[in-house]
């Protein structure tokens, strides 16, 4: 069993920066895909970004030169940098795990081991 849990959330005004961290139980991050989805009220979960366990990482659009997903191995903890935020990235954001090899997927339905979400507002 692999368990997940997130920190760093937090209330930022547009232009700001979070950093969210994802501290994983045993080996998740062992040939397995780490990634953040985030859900905000109404709308469907979506994958923002991930990595697997060579590196490989993967974005949603919207995010792409803003986000920037890492890891520490030694310490089992993924990292989601976050700079010049948006109203629009306000959501719960969530870790996911899930065995798997090749480029990360950003779809909800292919992770298992889930953490219980951190809220991130960012006020205009």
């Known amino acids: 069993i692999v368990q997940l849990e997130e920190s760093g959330g937090g209330s930022v005004q547009a232009g700001g920066s979070l950093r969210l961290s994802c501290i994983s139980s045993?080996?998740?991050?062992?040939?397995?895909?780490m990634a953040w989805f985030r859900q905000a009220p109404g709308k469907q979960r979506e994958g923002v970004a991930g990595i697997n366990s060579d590196g490989t990482t993967e974005y949603l659009d919207a995010v792409k030169g803003r986000f920037t997903i890492s890891k520490d191995n030694a310490k089992n903890i993924v990292f989601l940098q976050m700079n010049n935020l948006k109203p629009e990235d306000s959501a719960t954001y969530l870790c996911?795990?899930?065995?798997?090899?090749?480029?990360?997927?950003?779809?909800?339905?292919?992770?298992?081991?889930w953490g219980q979400g951190t809220q991130v507002t960012v006020s205009s």
């Open positions: 996911a795990a899930q065995r798997g090899g090749g480029p990360p997927s950003l779809a909800d339905r292919w992770y298992d081991y």
């Open positions: 045993g080996d998740a991050q062992l040939n397995w895909w």
